[in-house]
């Protein structure tokens, strides 16, 4: 994850309710005791109403085709992603992954690039120590708390990447890794562009740009992409046309990607997914041709 900012824990907005009371003038300084059950009530009440909308989204996507989370769609997305993560398309070759790329996230590492200082590498470590206590990175915690957020190695090196290496080995941690960047990225970006209208193609823009962006709401994370894009053109699922919306949505996409690091080499962008929408390729069939930071993938 290429991105410092705050982690959403859920990988969804929150939506905050609250209750305004108005005092007439003339009773300014006497004390207030603010109606409990009223404000108990409105925040039930607008649990219930997100349980419900969460229900009915549910039901639209059950009725959906599975899109990107079908096996073989997800394997090429995630092939796709590892081109511009890792330089290449055999991600599993990257578990053990781990580097500083000095773009102020400290250590990047493994099937999705987490980051030490980005929170979801943290996050990682302590959903895997609560299963296996005794691993080899749980040494790290602390320091991974003190650090993140940050770029810093401190209380890190020398030993943390050997670590990180080693546990990479284990059949037990490759699966942590995957089942966190399903919880994290992938399920909510398909989620979300689903319900967007979007179809194949556009749930792997959404998973991309989550993945490079992070889960966050500010303005240089993905649900503020999102928003931004959503204010210059409509989403299919609100009537608009599904590829002058991604247009829009990449075109947001790039101008943030160089609005926070002039010169940074935007291919996955242009030269992989502008290429497929341009050659409208909605379902991401094979084969598909794009290019990375210079070189040329195929996938037949």
Known sequence: MKRAGVLLLAAVPVIATGVYFVMPADSADAPVTPPVATTQSSREDAKSRAEEEREADDALIAGLPPGLAAPAKKELAQQLVSSAESSTTKWRTSYGTIDDLGDGC??????????????????????????????????????????????????????????????????????????????????????????DGLGTLGQFVYFDAMVFHGPDTDAEGFYGLRERAMREARTPGRGGAEKAYLKTFLDVRRDAMRAKRPGIDTSRVDTAQRRFLEAGNMKLDTPLVWEMYGDTYRLP
Do not use: M
């Open 106 to 195: 400290g250590y990047t590492a493994g099937i999705i690039g987490f980051c030490t200082g980005t929170h979801d590498l943290l996050t990682l470590v302590e959903r895997y120590t609560k299963s296996y206590p005794d691993n080899g990175l749980a040494e790290y915690l602390p320091a991974l708390r003190e650090v993140d957020g940050s770029d810093s190695h401190e209380g890190l090196d020398p030993g943390f990447t050997a670590a990180w290496q080693a546990e990479a080995e284990l059949p037990a941690f490759r699966a942590a890794q995957e089942e966190e960047r399903d919880r994290v990225y992938f399920e909510p970006a398909v989620r979300l562009a689903k319900l």
